[in-house]
């Protein structure tokens, strides 16, 4: 199987399997879920709460939450998400990472737990240095993916996306759990609008150098 291809389905089954957990979830929780979207971009098929989107690079759990919605005044709000105990505010977020976190070391065994570690600093190295350390990175990437099996390929890419969405920045799932402590199991405070903006910027930035990054690489194999 081409390592883009490999690529490619392992984003699918990551997005599947995130995004289903949290989904699920928020129903065990009580938490009422306003939609839940595979992918983004443009949808391709939509049925009830559910959105199938263009790309699947990402995707979203909508919930109830009056910190994004006007709701009625005698709403108890009691299947609202900021209204959730704070173990549940905590929780939730990080679900699908912690499942997939699992599902991936179980696959990969003792060698998984070095290599989820250590990507933390490949995922920052490789932002900071995007032509250099990350195309290194991509390079061993790829040769993993053709040296092994697709579990394991998968198991690989799913602890170094794990890692990045367990990184501290709005817009990721460690990010979330973060600001949900910092809240205190408040449904509302003043100054988190603000700290959400600053808390997107590092992780945008992280986003956009391996995003060149990869966009490199693939320039590089195709000429050569």
């Known amino acids: 199987m081409p390592p883009a291809f490999q690529l490619l389905l392992c984003l699918l089954i990551f997005m599947l399997i995130h995004i289903s957990v949290m989904a699920a979830c928020a129903r ?42 006007t709701l009625y005044d005698d709403d108890p709000c009691h299947d609202a998400y900021n209204f959730q105990p704070l173990w549940k505010q ?3 977020p990080l679900s699908g990472v912690v499942v997939l976190l699992a599902l ?27 032509l250099s350390t990350a195309q290194e990175l991509l390079g061993e990437g790829e040769t993993f993916a053709r040296t092994h099996g697709f579990a394991l390929v998968f198991a690989l890419f799913s602890l170094k996306l794990c890692a990045f969405n367990l990184l501290p920045f ?5 990010g979330q759990a973060l ?13 988190e609008e603000t700290l959400t ?19 490199w690489y693939g320039w590089q194999a195709l000429g050569a």
């Open 28 to 69: 065990l929780f009580g938490i009422t879920l306003r939609s839940i979207s595979y992918g983004v971009g443009p949808t391709l098929l939509s049925w009830g709460k559910v959105r199938v989107k263009l790309l699947p690079l990402a995707g979203n759990v909508v919930l109830k939450d009056t910190r994004e919605e």
């Open 90 to 92: 905590f929780v939730l």
């Open 179 to 191: 600001l949900a402590i910092a809240r205190g199991g408040r449904a509302f405070v003043a100054w």
């Open 197 to 215: 903006k600053w808390m997107l910027l590092p992780g945008l930035a992280i986003l956009l150098a391996w995003t060149a990054a990869f966009g």
């Open 104 to 130: 991936s070391l179980g696959i990969m065994g003792a060698s998984g737990w070095e290599r989820f570690v250590a990507a933390f600093g490949q995922i920052v190295h490789g932002a900071l240095a995007p």
């Open 170 to 174: 709005a817009g990721l799932n460690g």
